[in-house]
């Protein structure tokens, strides 16, 4: 069953200007979407509607292809369908029409790879036409008319049950629908035939259409990343490989009359690493720096060090090759431009909050913590908990 994922994203938005450019945790609202899409095994290609040259380049960053919207269909007034049935023209045009469509909206940033298998399967297994997200919703209903007076909708106002009494109800999340591609194209319409709901995570069904939402997205994104995280790191991590500067510290030097230089970190970092090392995985730090002081760092949390490495992957590639660890399943946590290959490289890349932007766009995860003010602690701790969960521990 050949599935694309196809994200329309225009760039004329009006209510959050360059809303699909907006960061959340680190990476853009598009960068996200696509990322979700690339993460379901059962997505084959992830392709970006626009008419936007930035978010175009934002979205190749990252893997998706473009197809690029006429004029006509990109508009205040055009609908989401029409993008979709333009990609299935350029599609059936060039003989790759799939058999499913999954359509994602950037302005939901907090999908999951996990949460588009899921959706997957439901279609197959429910034989279903649509799959549309959905979270379960509780409140209470109401309509007011114009003069305020309320009318109780779906529930009876004189009998309050408790949450557990209530029947099932759902709201639909926004974040994305599945459609068998024949039957969209012919319908032309996101709903049709047999339609199924996908249950997802209610915390996750941020949609963000004003400056307010947006806010609240960029405060919730650390914790959500976080918890997200366990999907995305390997099944078993074998290694983790940090840069020096800009990670193990904050990127500030001092230097003294001498011209001896000295560098600031963080206890905590120091704390974070020992419980990685008492986990049995093997760490690394990996640096471009020849000063001494990395090694002495080193040193004092008895962690394996390479410095003075203008070249990092041929580097990173020995040393994983002599503890037997994969590189599919090593993280490497960045913060710049010369990190990006290893970053590219390894099977989960990590950027600190403060890291350079290519480093940010290259990464699976961005912590919520800057270098040398507690990234490293928070990337140790999400490592250890993930192997425990592993182990059964």
């Known amino acids: ?23 959340v945790g680190g990476r853009s609202l598009i960068a996200r979407c696509v990322s979700a899409a690339k993460a379901a095994t059962g997505i084959e290609a992830t392709f970006v509607s626009t008419d936007d040259e930035e978010i175009a380049a934002s979205a190749e960053l990252v893997g998706a292809r473009i197809i690029r919207r006429p004029d ?7 609908s989401s369908e029409a993008a979709l049935l333009h990609a299935c023209d350029v599609w059936k045009a060039a003989g790759e029409l799939p058999d499913v469509i999954v359509f994602l909206q950037a302005t939901s940033p907090f999908i999951l790879g996990s949460d588009l298998d899921n959706a997957l399967r439901r279609l197959s297994e429910c034989e279903a036409d649509v799959v549309v997200s959905v979270a379960q919703y509780h409140r209470f209903q109401w309509q007011m008319d114009a003069s305020g007076l309320l009318t109780a909708v779906g529930h009876d106002q004189h009998r309050r049950p408790r949450r557990q009494e209530l029947a099932n109800r759902y709201v639909e999340t926004g974040a994305f629908y599945l ?17 199924v709901g996908c249950e997802t995570d209610v915390s996750r069904m941020m949609e963000i259409d004003d400056p307010m939402d947006l806010e609240f997205a960029r405060a919730a994104a650390p914790l959500l990343d976080e918890r997200a995280i366990s999907e995305l790191l390997p099944d078993q991590v074998d290694a983790v490989v ?5 990670v193990m510290t904050d990127d500030t030097v001092y230097v003294d009359e001498t ?3 000295t ?9 974070g690493i020992a419980r990685l090392r ?13 000063n001494p002081v990395v090694a002495r760092r080193c040193e004092k949390l008895r962690i394996e060090c390479a410095h003075g490495v203008d070249d ?26 010369n990190d990006i290959a290893c970053m590219d490289a390894c099977g989960f890349a990590v950027a600190v909050a403060d890291a350079e932007p290519h480093a940010k766009r290259a990464a699976n995860w961005v912590c919520g913590k800057a270098g040398g003010q507690g990234a490293v602690r928070e990337v140790c701790e999400a490592v250890v908990a993930h192997a425990r969960r592993g182990s059964g521990q």
């Open 278 to 290: 008492d986990s049995g995985i093997p760490c690394l730090v990996l640096s471009k720096e020849r």
């Open 1 to 23: 069953m050949k599935t694309y994922a196809i994200v329309p994203a225009r760039g004329g938005s009006k209510g959050i200007p360059k809303k699909n450019l907006q960061p």
């Open 72 to 78: 006509d269909i990109s508009g205040d007034t055009a």
């Open 242 to 246: 940090f840069d020096f500067d800009g």
């Open 312 to 337: 990092k992957l041929p580097a990173l590639q020995a040393w994983l090759q002599s503890k037997g660890a994969r590189l599919s399943h090593t993280v490497y946590v960045g913060n710049d431009i």
């Open 263 to 271: 560098v600031r970190a963080s206890r905590r970092d120091g704390m």
């Open 179 to 195: 459609m068998r591609t024949r039957g969209f194209m012919e319908s032309r319409f996101r709903f049709f035939g047999k339609v």
């Open 259 to 261: 011209g001896r230089e």
